[in-house]
């Protein structure tokens, strides 16, 4: 009798670890399941900020609208995931009134990576965001964009962002390397198509406080 007991018990501590190495084998890597159904790109003033490259031209916010992530539970606790990237991003092209590209000269502003959410215009909040900054992500160049946003990972335990109604946007500002014309439109093309809009030349007049953006007084 004791034996069996004794193989029972040795029998349900194996099981155990099974069912925890299995758990700890699953924590891969997913991306979340996102569309993306719009973009923009505005002209942005900025003031109070010494950057050592003199060859830097106008500053820009560019948003690719995102839209559908999809919640998922996990067993034991573990926190939601997000998986499934429905169509992903083949290139952003920004273009001239001449049709000419420039793309290749722009680069990320890595000094700033929030701007208060009064400064931009509705359609970019999101109604479940109780952050009062919209955040931007810090990139090198142009065309970090679409690597960035069609792998954006999360794993069992953890969001691409600290909040999962943050995966509706991706921001980020940029400059024109030594410009010489301004941008007229900007087209993100993905997998099922292209979304194109006109550059806002219209800038938002704004200061930089510890790299946090606000008002212009």
Known sequence: MKKII???IIWIFAIIICIC??????????TPNYEVVGGSMQKINIKGIELPNKNHGNYY?????????NERKQLLG????????????????????????LSDSIRGLDQINRIPYDLL????KDVYQSDSYFKCKMIKHLCDMPYIINNLGVGLCDYPYDNISEIQSFAAIVYIENQKSTPKSISIETESGAFTSKVISKPISLE?????????K
């Not at 190495?21 to 997913?30: A, D, N, P, Q």
């Not at 573990?78 to 001449?98: E, V, W």
């Not at 215009?121 to 970019?124: A, C, F, L, R, S």
């Open 6 to 8: 004794i193989k029972t």
């Open 21 to 30: 190495v299995t758990l700890y084998s699953c924590r891969e890597i997913v």
């Open 61 to 69: 916010l560019i948003v690719v609208k995102l839209k559908g992530a």
């Open 78 to 101: 573990f926190k939601c995931y997000l998986d499934g990237i429905t169509s992903a991003i083949n290139k952003i092209r920004i273009t001239d009134d001449k049709s000419e590209l």
């Open 121 to 124: 215009t509705v359609e970019y």
């Open 208 to 216: 930089i406080n510890e790299i946090i953006l606000k008002k212009d």
